[in-house]
């Protein structure tokens, strides 16, 4: 071997270089930012592509990253200001207040293909791309990678368990049956599931699988059909069956790496840059009132995630429920929720009432802080699949209230097949985020029963308890090293370390980027 091949080959290949295009919803933002630093932490670079005002909300996790010595960088993208009809000012879902505004957000997002593209371009060869991995929603990013030759995971939000029923419902018919449902009530079984699983036309899956989404639906399936494959915010003894079958059925490898939000562990400043700016004063009070509940497992957290927005009528029996319940309680209200005058006024008299005993907290919440705490023992929640995996992550059982998405069918997931949820018993009919004038109100006794029945000490609860700490301790277990989600990554990072990103190009080239092809020259 000639002495420059000699030293080549001892040089190892540099780190992969991950590039992370998240959706533009807490939802889907904060895991992949959990990932981000997941990665980060075992010496993979990372970046992180976004729009300017979503950057800004990151700017906690650069900040973090920075100290913890990652190779995570934030790229700003930026966002067009071309598309008629956008205000200015929307570039995040939670900044929409009507469905016209939600679907012209999808469109100016299309638009960050070209300058995605030069910026993957512009990097130098120890920086090259090896993977990029982008969110399920972002379907655009797919023509990008296919033109450089960038291998392309995709990531997708909600668990195998959902996106096995969702592949399912389209490959075998399932959307033509629900089209043509009597009414609102009749069930279908998804096929090909290997338990059973009903839906009715409502609860269907087939996130945005709708009049008016036609053409972003088609091509987020067919990005994710000629991805090289899928990662999950899940992990292995959670959901076994469904990896497996789901893996089966996309006929690419799926890599289970969760709970991402375990990468936050015993890090308060990360748990608390999480989806917004950093507030550590913030999630030091509500810790504090936590630490002041003597007994383990007493507090009930409820908290509707990032989008759903209830309606003053809604609010109150939600507040009364609580109040009835008698349980102690942390109760996030959003700040839109609590903007109109009489709803500010009602939560006050109610804080006096339910002094020392209930917690309002108005806006963003440090959710993983206060799941985390042992004081908490239940969550109601509105079934996002990352509100539901941190509880699982955490040993906390669950009282289930989904609205509309993939939550019907986590709704089933974590009750009939983990045994770890009760219902709050909600008509099975999507309520519209935005805040539905024609959404069945669900009352202060169901609030309350739900709530009995979440923290309550009968055969009933104790199981769901035992199981909920089972899987917490599962969870704990596939991230530590020797772990499922642990060595998955390890995989998943060496196999992009050892392939340098190779893939053919569209003309059938050679992806001319590869860091082990540069080193080679
Ligand atoms: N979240 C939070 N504080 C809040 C509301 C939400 O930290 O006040 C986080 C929550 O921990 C989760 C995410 O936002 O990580 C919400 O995602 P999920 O899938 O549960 O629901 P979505 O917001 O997408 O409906």
């Given at each position: 071997m000639a002495p420059t091949e000699d030293a080549a080959a001892a040089t190892p290949p540099p780190p992969p270089h991950f590039v992370i295009v998240p959706f533009v919803a807490q939802g889907h933002t904060i895991p992949m930012v959990d990932l981000a630093r997941l990665l980060g932490s075992r010496g993979a670079r990372v970046s992180l592509v976004t729009t300017p005002m979503n950057a800004a909300r990151l700017r906690g996790v650069a900040g973090h990253a920075t100290r913890a010595k990652l190779a995570l960088d934030i790229v700003e993208l930026p966002f067009?200001?071309?598309?008629?009809?956008?205000?200015?000012?929307?570039?995040?879902?939670?900044?929409?207040?009507?469905?016209?505004?939600?679907?012209?957000?999808?469109?100016?997002?299309?638009?960050?293909?070209?300058?995605l593209e030069a910026y993957l371009r512009s990097l130098p060869p120890p920086r090259r791309p090896s993977c990029l991995v982008s969110d399920w929603c972002n379907g655009?990013?797919?023509?990008?990678?296919?033109?450089?030759?960038?291998?392309?995971?995709?990531?997708?939000g909600p668990p195998c368990f959902y996106s096995l029923c969702d592949i399912n419902a389209v490959d075998h018919g399932l959307h033509e049956q629900t089209a043509a449902a009597r009414d609102d009530t009749e069930k279908f079984v998804v096929p090909g599931m290997p338990v059973r699983v009903e839906v009715t036309r409502a609860?269907?899956?087939?996130?945005?699988?709708?009049?008016?989404?036609?053409?972003?639906?088609?091509?987020?399936?067919?990005?994710?059909?000629?991805?090289?494959?899928?990662?999950?915010?899940?992990?292995?003894?959670?959901?076994?069956?469904?990896?497996?079958?789901?893996?089966?059925v996309l006929g690419k490898p799926v890599w289970a790496l969760g709970p991402f939000c375990l990468a936050n562990r015993g890090d308060a400043e990360?748990?608390?840059?999480?989806?917004?700016?950093?507030?550590?004063?913030?999630?030091?009070?509500?810790?504090?009132?936590?630490?002041?509940?003597d007994?383990?497992?007493?507090?009930?957290?409820?908290?509707?995630?990032?989008?759903?927005?209830k309606l003053?009528?809604?609010?109150?029996e939600v507040g009364h429920g609580l109040e009835d319940s008698g349980v102690p309680f942390v109760w996030v209200v959003k700040e839109?929720?609590?903007?109109?005058?009489?709803?500010?006024?009602?939560?006050?008299?109610?804080?006096?009432?339910?002094?020392?005993?209930?917690?309002?907290?108005?806006?963003?919440?440090?959710?993983l802080a206060v799941l985390s705490h042992c004081a908490v023992g239940g969550f109601v929640t509105h079934c996002g699949w990352n509100s539901l995996l941190?509880?699982?992550?955490?040993?906390?059982?669950?009282?289930?209230?989904?609205?509309?998405?993939?939550?019907?069918?986590?709704?089933?997931?974590?009750?009939?097949?983990?045994?770890?949820?009760?219902?709050?018993?909600?008509?099975?009919?999507?309520?519209?985020?935005?805040?539905?004038?024609?959404?069945?109100?669900?009352?202060?006794?169901?609030?309350?029963?739900?709530?009995?029945?979440?923290?309550?000490?009968?055969?009933?609860?104790?199981?769901?308890?035992?199981?909920?700490?089972?899987?917490?301790?599962?969870a704990h277990r596939a991230m530590e090293k020797g772990g499922s989600s642990y060595e998955s990554l390890t995989q998943l990072i060496e196999s992009f370390r050892q392939s340098g990103g190779e893939k053919k190009t569209e003309d059938g080239t050679v992806h001319a980027w590869s860091p082990l092809k540069e080193q080679k020259k």
């Open positions: 067009p200001t071309d598309v008629a009809g956008l205000p200015p000012g929307i570039e995040h879902v939670d900044q929409v207040t009507n469905h016209n505004h939600c679907v012209l957000l999808f469109a100016a997002l299309r638009r960050l293909a070209e300058p655009w990013t797919a023509a990008v990678s296919a033109r450089l030759g960038i291998p392309r995971l995709f990531f997708q609860t269907a899956p087939g996130f945005l699988n709708s009049p008016g989404w036609e053409s972003q639906w088609a091509e987020s399936m067919d990005a994710m059909r000629t991805s090289d494959g899928a990662v999950v915010n899940t992990f292995f003894d959670l959901e076994a069956q469904f990896l497996a079958c789901y893996e089966a990360a748990t608390a840059s999480r989806g917004n700016a950093p507030d550590v004063a913030r999630q030091s009070a509500v810790t504090a009132w936590l630490d002041a509940m007994t383990d497992d007493s507090v009930v957290f409820v908290s509707f995630g990032s989008l759903v927005r003053p009528n809604q609010l109150f839109s929720e609590a903007a109109a005058p009489e709803v500010a006024e009602w939560l006050a008299a109610l804080e006096v009432r339910v002094a020392g005993r209930g917690l309002v907290v108005r806006g963003w919440a440090p959710q941190e509880a699982i992550a955490h040993g906390v059982p669950v009282a289930t209230w989904p609205h509309f998405a993939d939550q019907f069918l986590n709704e089933r997931l974590v009750v009939d097949v983990l045994g770890v949820g009760v219902p709050v018993g909600v008509a099975e009919a999507p309520v519209m985020m935005l805040g539905d004038e024609s959404a069945p109100v669900v009352g202060r006794e169901d609030v309350a029963r739900a709530v009995a029945a979440l923290m309550g000490d009968g055969e009933e609860a104790g199981e769901r308890r035992r199981k909920a700490k089972e899987y917490g301790e599962k």
